[in-house]
């Protein structure tokens, strides 16, 4: 059963940096970060298939990248530039095989992190 556990939420100031991570029990092919706004469908920010292949949603392309560190596990989301529309909780999920911004697709989630930019 994986295990994902997210840190590096916070508040932080409009135009600033904040990288959240994600430490996952085991390794699975696609590594996926989401979020929801209050009163808001969860939204797919980025996903990363193994080592190189990512994939950025427009609404954050510029801004925000995905990484992982596929020796220990962790997958980051390195936000640049944040805006105050990029408040949500964002979560982290994981899929053994397919790699998209569909929720159905990942199988594994973790309780999520707040971010609110002010």
């Known amino acids: 059963h994986v295990q994902l556990v997210e840190s590096g939420g916070g508040s932080v100031q409009a135009g600033r940096s904040l990288k959240l991570s994600c430490a996952a029990s085991?390794?699975?092919?696609?590594m996926g970060w989401f979020r929801q706004a209050t009163g808001e469908e969860r939204e797919g920010v980025a996903v990363?298939?193994?080592?190189?292949?990512?994939s950025v949603a427009n609404s954050v392309k510029g801004r925000f990248t995905i990484s992982r560190d596929i020796a220990r596990n962790i997958t980051y989301l390195h936000m640049s530039q944040v805006k105050p529309d990029d408040t949500a909780m964002y979560y982290c999920?994981?899929?053994?095989?397919?790699?998209?911004?569909?929720?159905?697709?990942?199988?594994?989630w973790g309780q999520g992190t707040q971010v609110t930019v002010s």
């Open positions: 085991e390794y699975l092919t696609c």
């Open positions: 999920a994981a899929s053994p095989r397919i790699c998209t911004f569909n929720r159905a697709d990942f199988s594994t």
């Open positions: 990363m298939s193994g080592e190189f292949h990512t």
